[in-house]
Antibody, heavy 117, light 113 residues
């Protein structure tokens, strides 16, 4: 059974950092790109970043480029999102998703990040 | 960036009736490697992650009931639920995976009339 479990969310102050993790199981992790998608409270979905199977290619939405870093550890079947210089507008539930070229077939339950003073 | 505009923002349909949601793209999203439209549809119920319903604009994901169908090409796409069931109450999103950032539409909230 495919499982994606996010962790690492919490309450931080503006300007602080946070590292999200996504533990993958039930599939061959190295066969898939992976993606982070976020959803602000009561709002729609926003694509954040994705990473190639071997970690050599990464793409970001402009609003996080230079502040967030997506990475993966294929030995640990884990995906990460290092978030620096956090802003109030980064407050959201962050989902990791298994990625095909046409979309995302499995999603985690999400982890909530709240940026507030 | 490619902008996806969904219409309507909300929709109320009677049980057993047809529901239609539209998604218009600001540019063509034909995927060069296979000449298919790289548009997907997701369903999100409260407190749950999104669920992939349709990809390549018209291919139903495994396990998705056949009352859900997708159509369209170029810049105009449609999600149709042929006979609305109570469990279909949700927010529906379209998404393009043609070019990054892989944008989503703003969502359409579907309710029972």
């Amino acid at each position: 059974e495919v499982q994606l479990v996010e962790s690492g969310g919490g309450l931080v102050q503006p300007g602080e950092s946070l590292r999200l993790s996504c533990a993958a199981s039930g599939f061959i992790f190295t066969d898939y790109w992976m993606t982070w998608v976020r959803q602000a409270p009561g709002k729609g979905l926003e694509w954040v970043a994705n990473i190639k199977e071997d970690g050599t290619m990464k793409k970001y939405v402009d609003s996080v480029n230079g502040r967030f870093t997506i990475s993966r550890d294929n030995a640990k079947n884990s995906l990460y999102l290092q978030m620096n210089s956090l802003r109030a507008e980064d407050t959201a539930v962050y989902y990791c998703a298994r990625t095909y070229e046409y979309g995302y077939d499995y999603w985690g339950q999400g982890t909530l990040v709240t940026v507030s003073s | 960036d490619i902008v996806l505009t969904q219409s309507p923002d909300s929709l109320a349909v009677s049980l057993g009736e047809r529901a239609t949601i539209n998604c218009k793209s600001s540019q063509s999203i034909i995927y060069s490697s296979n000449n298919k439209n790289n548009l997907g549809w997701y369903q999100q119920k409260p407190g749950q992650p999104p669920k992939l319903l349709i990809y390549w604009a018209s291919t139903r994901e495994s396990g998705v009931p056949d009352r859900f169908s997708g159509s369209g090409s170029g810049t105009d796409f449609t999600l149709t639920i042929s006979s609305l069931q109570a469990e279909d109450v949700a927010v529906y999103y379209c998404q393009q995976c043609h070019s990054t950032p892989y944008t989503f539409g703003q969502g359409t909230k579907l309710e029972i009339k």
